[in-house]
């Protein structure tokens, strides 16, 4: 299947600073990447769909100004969480669908990043 | 909005039993994804099924498009210690919105 890529894997920041995870599709392009956080023992939630060159969409309740999402490229999306506070820790992953195929409508999801603000 | 659900909610079985679990929908979707994630890790597709009434396997496993469009079951045989894990359904509806709705998980644990 095709591979998504995360980085970090795991980071750590101090409260009040801002920190960048990536998502990389490394053998397809991905028009359309989503970005997801977990808590424990629950299921995904989707907080945002970023498109390669335009705004990302931002599910209700997920605040765009504080979770920045760029879709610079095909195979490159980033989620910057600013101004972070402890609250804002947790298992952050993305997916990014592989249109190709004769659907097109497979998501292929990172190995996730853990986020720890201290 | 649109609601999955999903069950068993956990699962604790003997190994070498067949299991199976199975999500409902309120509403059509038109692809179902079966996804096994492990502790701390990212969710990895097991199956993807594109039409109703679909069967397909991926070796132990063997997963089901509901023909009504609003289910799904998944199948795994002869359960084995790396089974273990939760196990979300995902249904996608199509046209332009790819986003996934998820399942709660079934939470599977597999005894020697």
């Known amino acids: 299947g095709a591979v998504v890529s995360q980085h970090p894997s795991r980071v750590i920041c101090k409260s009040g600073t801002s920190v960048k995870i990536e998502c990389r599709s490394l053998d397809f392009q991905a028009t359309t990447m989503f970005w997801y956080r977990q808590f424990p023992k629950q299921s995904l939630m989707l907080m945002a769909t970023?498109?390669?060159?335009?705004?990302?969409?931002?599910e209700q309740g997920v605040e765009k100004d504080k979770f920045l999402i760029n879709h610079a490229s095909l195979t490159l999306s980033t989620l910057t969480v600013t101004s972070a506070h402890p609250e804002d820790s947790s298992f952050y992953i993305c997916s990014a669908r592989d249109f190709r195929g004769a659907t097109g409508n497979t998501i292929y999801f990172g190995e996730g990043s853990w986020l720890t603000v201290v | 909005g649109q609601q999955l659900n999903q069950s068993p909610q956990s699962m604790f079985i003997q190994e070498g039993e067949d299991v199976s679990m199975n999500c409902t929908s309120s509403?059509?979707?038109?692809?179902w994804l079966w996804y096994k994630q492990d502790p701390g890790e990212g969710p990895v597709l097991l199956i993807a099924l594109y039409k109703a009434g679909e069967l397909t396997s991926n070796g132990r496993l063997t997963a089901q498009f509901g023909i009504t469009r609003k289910d799904s079951f998944l199948n795994i045989s002869a359960s084995i210690p790396s089974d273990v894990g939760i196990y979300f359904c995902?249904?996608?509806?199509?046209?332009?919105?790819?986003?996934?709705?998820f399942g709660k998980g079934t939470l599977l644990t597999v005894n020697p």
């Open positions: 509403s059509i979707f038109n692809t």
């Open positions: 970023s498109n390669e060159g335009s705004k990302a969409t931002y």
């Open positions: 995902a249904g996608q509806s199509g046209g332009s919105n790819y986003k996934l709705t």
